[in-house]
């Protein structure tokens, strides 16, 4: 796949339908993150928020979804049991409707993530200078 820049230029790679899946996700993860940076990063969509939040890409046959948080995957797990699923990915069939309710479950713990996050690295920079 050639190297892109922005997230236009990368869902212009694809086909209709997968595109359109693609975007159905876009729109999810904006909407649940309406703050997060879009960027590209290991080649695909991804959005910054504190830290990297989640990733999104289009493959031949399904879409995925990267959550950056095996720890959110395990929590929707069972919103996820007709996916397939890894440590790091959940994948969504081009032939079943993209599932928007846990995309945003799962956007918004990721954000949760990462605010948590941020607020324990801000205490231990506090600790260390006292």
Do not use: W
Request: one cysteine or more.
């Amino acid at each position: 796949m050639k190297a892109v820049t922005t997230v236009d230029e990368y869902l212009s790679l694809f086909s209709k339908e997968q595109r359109d899946a693609l975007e159905k996700i876009r729109k999810i993860i904006k909407a649940a993150a309406p703050k997060a940076e879009e960027v590209i990063s290991y080649g695909m969509p991804g959005y910054k928020q504190n830290g990297m939040l989640v990733y999104f890409g289009g493959f031949k046959d399904h879409c995925s979804f990267f959550p950056a948080s095996y720890a959110v995957i395990k929590q929707f797990a069972d919103d996820l049991k007709n996916y397939k699923t890894s440590k790091g990915t959940v994948q969504f069939p081009l032939n079943k409707a993209i599932p928007s309710t846990v995309i945003k479950k799962m956007v918004l713990a990721r954000v949760k993530e990462n605010e948590l996050r941020k607020k324990e690295k801000a205490q231990k920079k506090i600790l260390k200078t006292v």
